[in-house]
C-alpha cells in the first residue's frame, strides 16, 4: 500500500477550492459594504463629526500662521474697567476714545460694543463716530418657529453716523466651539452681513486704505452685500428664506483659520488710548477694533486653540475673521458627497490589498493608508484652504481590518481544527502506544494545541518508522541531495563500505562513493539499443554515477551491473525523490546484490548443456544402431521396428532440440550485430529448400527491386542485388525463426504451391516517435487456421491439425519461439489466415539507421 503525503496549509482556500473561493469572496464583498456603509454614516450622516472637530483642532494647533500688522485691538481689559470705573461707562467716554483715535488718522473703526438703548449723550457719540469710518454691530436673535428673526440695532443717531452695521454672531458647534461664521445672515425679509465682511469690502473697493496690505487674496461678499452703506448701516433684501440661503450657500460660511498666535495682534489699553499715552503711528492707517476683553464682562468663546490660550474673547474672534477675509485664508469645507467619495479611494485600495497580500502587509497596508489620509487632508487644508476631513477614510479602514483579520483567523482556526481533527480521526498506520487520548478539555486554542501536539507527534513516529525501514532493508541504500552529495545511508551501506575499508559514505559525493565499481554492462529492455548503450556507458564511467548530469539519469533509472573489489556483483539504480509540485529534490541510490542469480544463470545453463547431451547422444546413437543395422544384407531387427524406432528418436531428438533453442531464446543474451534480414531469409529459404523440393513448393523473395524465385543455386548471386534491410539482431536465434515459418508453410501447404517472402522498409508512427522499421512477410497458399486458432498459435505445444490435412510431426514449440525472438528483438509478429486462403506471417523488426547500414556494410565488404 503506497501512502501519499498531505502538505498541510493554513490557508483555507488551498483545501475548500472552489467552495473556500466562494466563501472567500462573498465575505470580502460583505465586509467592503459594511466599510461602505461606515464612510456614509460619516461622511454624510455626520456620525463622525466630534472625532471630525478634535482632528480640524489639533491640526490647527499644529500651524501658526502670521497676523496681519494692520489690525489693531483697543482692549476694554481689566486695567481698564479698574481705572474708568464699573461697566457700563458714560458714552461720552466711548466718544472721547472716538475722538482720540480720530486724531491718529486709523483706516476704520470697528466698535464691538452694543447702544441699542437711548442716552442723552448719544448725539455727542454721534459725532465722534463720524469722525472716523466707523462700524457698529447689531444683534440678530435666534429664528422663531416661523423662521423670523428680530434685529437689534444700535440707537438711530449712531446707526446713522456709522460706516456700517453688521451682525458679531458666531456658530457655535455642537461641542460648543467656535470654529466657522457666516457672512450673511437674516430672515426671508432681511440679510445682514458679518460686521467684518463690511471692512473687508471697503478695503477691496478700495474705501479704506491700510498701511501695509499684504494679502493673498481678498473674498468680498456677493453683490447683496454692496447696498450696505455708511449711511442707513442695514441691508433689506427680498431674497430667500434662511433655509434656503444655507443650501444655495448664500451665506458664505467658511472656517476661521485659528491658530496658536491668534491673540497675537497689536493690543492696547482701553485707558492709555483715551489718556492719549499711545502714539499716533500705531494707529494710523489701521483698523481698530474695539472690544471687551475683561474678565468680569465674560465675553469669551472657546476656540479649536482654547486649549492652549484658553476661552477667546470675542473682539479676538473679529480680528481673526477680519485678518482671513483681508489674507484669502478662508477654509472652505467639502461637500459632504465630495468627501464620501474620496473617503472611498482608501478603502478600495485596502480591499484590494486583503486579496493579494499576506495580514502583516495588510497591516502595514492599513496603517500607510490612514497615514496618508491624514497627511492628505493636512496639505489640502494648509495648502488649498479645503477641509477634507480623514477621519471617514480612517474609520473605514480601522473598521474593516480587524473585522477582515478576525474572519480570516476564525476560519484559518476552523480549517485547522477540522485538518487536525481529521488527522486525530483517522487510523494511525503505524503502532501506537494503546489509550492515547484522542479529545481534549479546555478552551479552543488549548484544544488546537493539543491537537497540533499529537500531529507532531505522529509525524516524528512516521519520520522514525522511515529511518527504521530503511535500515531495515538488506541491501546498501544512499540518499543524496540535488547536487549528488550523500545525505543518508542506511545500516547495509554502512557495513557494505566498511567491509570494502572505504570511508564513510555520508557528506560525500555519490560519483566518489560508487567510483571504485567496475561497470559490467547495462540493463536496457531495448534489445535494438542494448550493444549502443554498453559502448556509451563504458565510455563515460564513471561519470554516470553523478546523479547531477541528467543526460545519465534514464540509463541510471534503468540501473547498471556492476562489480566491486570482492567480485560481487550488484545491480545499481537511481530513482529521483520528489516533492508535491514534483520538483526534484535529491536521489535514491540502491545496491542489490546479484551474484546468487548469476550463479544461478550459469547452473540453468550447465543443466540445459547438459540436458541437451543427455538427451540427445542417446537417440543419436539409437539412430546409428538403425543404420547399421539398416546396412545388413540379413537384417536381426525386423524392419519395420526399426523404422518406428528411427522415428520415435527423430521425434526425441527434435523436441530435444526445440526445447533447448527455445530455452536459450527466452534467457540467454543475445549477441547482438548489424545483419541483413535478406542474406538471414536467403540462409533460412536455403535450410527449407530441400522439404519445399520434395513438396514440389516453390520459394520465392520479394525485396523493393523486385521478385525471384529462390533456388539453392542462385541464392548467393541474387543476394547482392537485393536491398540489405539491415537490422541488429542475433543471426542464429533469427536465422532459426525464420526457418521455423518457412518449416511450417512447407508442412501445411499442398504440393504445388508457392511460398512468397518480401522484405520491406516502412515508417512506424506508433514506435519511437516514427522509427524506420523492417518488415518480413511470408505467405504461403496453404490450409490456413481458423480465426478461433489464431489467438493461442504463440503458445508452448499448441498445434493445429484437421482431419482434411495431413499428420505432421512436431512439438508445438516452433511459434513460441518465433514470438519470443521476435519480441526480445524488439519487434511484432503478427498473422493473417482463413481456412482454405493459406496463411501470411508478418515481422516487424527495428531498422538499423543509415550510418550505421553504410559501417555494417563496408565492414561486410
Known sequence: MSITPT??????????????????????????????????????????????????????????????????????????????????????????????????????????????????????????????????????????????????EPV????QAAAGLGHINFEVDSDGIVRSVAQFEGDAQSRWPQLMVLAAQAVERGTLHLNDVRRDGVVAGSGAADGATGESGATTTSGATPAQNEDSGDEGRFLIPFGPNAQSYTKLSFAKVLSGDVPADQLRGRIVLIGVTASGLYDRFATPVSGELGPLPGVYIHANVLDTLLTGRQIEPAEPWVLCAVSLVPLGALLAGFLVLSPRRS???????????????????????????????????????????WRRLEMTMAYLRGELQRLADEPHLLPETPSRGR???????????????????????MKRFVWDSLDSIPEPILVSDVRGVVLIANHAAKAHFARLNAPAPEGRSMQAVLGGLTLVKTIDRDAATDGDNNLFAHAQWPALLDPARREFAGLMAQGVEVRDASECDYLLRYANCTNEQGETTGWIAGLVDVSA????????????????????????????LVEIERARDEPVLARGLLERIE????????????????????????????????????????????????????????????????????????????????????????????????????????????????????ES???????????????????????????????????????????????????????????????????????????????????????QSEASELRRA
Open 7 to 152: 502538505r498541510l496549509s493554513l490557508d483555507p482556500r488551498a483545501r475548500l477550492g472552489r467552495r473556500a473561493g466562494r466563501r472567500f469572496l462573498i465575505e470580502w464583498v460583505a465586509i467592503g459594504c459594511l466599510g461602505i456603509v461606515v464612510i456614509l454614516l460619516s461622511s454624510l450622516g455626520r456620525l463622525s463629526a466630534s472625532v471630525d472637530h478634535l482632528v480640524y483642532d489639533r491640526f490647527l494647533s499644529l500651524h501658526a500662521q502670521p497676523v496681519l500688522p494692520d489690525i489693531v485691538v483697543v482692549e476694554i481689559d481689566n486695567a481698564s474697567v479698574a481705572q474708568l470705573g464699573r461697566w457700563p461707562w458714560p458714552r461720552s467716554v466711548h466718544a472721547r476714545l472716538l475722538e482720540q483715535i480720530a486724531k491718529a488718522k486709523p483706516a476704520a473703526v470697528i466698535y464691538d460694543v452694543l447702544f441699542t438703548e437711548a442716552n442723552p449723550e448719544d448725539a455727542a457719540l454721534a459725532r465722534a463716530i463720524a469722525l472716523s469710518p466707523t462700524y457698529l454691530p447689531v444683534l440678530l436673535t435666534a429664528p422663531d418657529s416661523a423662521g423670523r428673526r428680530s434685529v437689534v
Open 156 to 159: 438711530a443717531p449712531l446707526a
Open 363 to 405: 497591516m502595514l497596508l492599513t496603517g500607510a493608508l490612514c497615514a496618508l489620509a491624514a497627511a492628505g487632508s493636512a496639505a489640502l487644508l494648509f495648502g488649498a484652504r479645503l477641509w477634507m476631513s480623514p477621519v471617514p477614510a480612517i474609520v473605514g479602514a480601522v473598521v474593516v481590518y480587524p473585522i477582515w483579520n
Open 439 to 461: 479529545e481534549f478539555g479546555g478552551d479552543v486554542l488549548e484544544q488546537h494545541m493539543a491537537l497540533m501536539a499529537q500531529a507532531a507527534q505522529r509525524v516524528q513516529d
Open 597 to 624: 542469480l548469476h550463479a544461478a544463470e550459469r547452473q540453468r545453463e550447465d543443466a540445459l548443456r547438459l540436458l541437451s547431451h543427455d538427451m540427445r547422444s542417446p537417440q543419436a546413437s539409437i539412430l546409428a
Open 647 to 762: 522415428r520415435y528418436a527423430q521425434r526425441a531428438l527434435t523436441l530435444a532440440d526445440d526445447f533447448v533453442q527455445l530455452a536459450r531464446a527466452e534467457s540467454q543474451a543475445y549477441v547482438l550485430e548489424p545483419v541483413s534480414l535478406t542474406e538471414l531469409l536467403i540462409d533460412a529459404s536455403d535450410e527449407v529448400w530441400p522439404q519445399a523440393h520434395a513438396k514440389r513448393i516453390t520459394l520465392q523473395t520479394v525485396t523493393g527491386e523486385g521478385t525471384q524465385a529462390q533456388t539453392q543455386a542462385d541464392a548467393d548471386a541474387d543476394a547482392d542485388t537485393e536491398e540489405g534491410h539491415w537490422i541488429c539482431a542475433d543471426r542464429s536465434l533469427m536465422t532459426r525463426a525464420l526457418v521455423n515459418i518457412l518449416n511450417n508453410a512447407v508442412k501445411y501447404s499442398p504440393p504445388d504451391t508457392r511460398i512468397t517472402c518480401s522484405l520491406a522498409s516502412l
Open 765 to 851: 508512427t506508433s514506435v519511437r516517435g516514427g522509427a524506420r522499421r523492417v518488415s518480413c512477410t511470408i505467405r504461403d497458399e496453404g490450409y490456413g487456421i481458423p480465426m478461433e486458432q489464431q489467438a493461442g498459435l504463440f503458445e508452448r505445444f499448441r498445434r493445429f491439425h484437421e482431419t482434411e490435412r495431413p499428420e505432421v510431426g512436431g512439438a508445438g514449440l516452433g511459434m513460441a519461439f518465433v514470438k519470443t525472438v521476435v519480441t526480445r528483438h524488439g519487434g511484432d509478429v503478427a498473422v493473417v489466415s482463413a481456412p482454405g486462403k493459406g496463411t501470411a506471417f508478418t515481422i516487424e523488426l527495428p531498422a538499423l539507421d543509415d550510418a
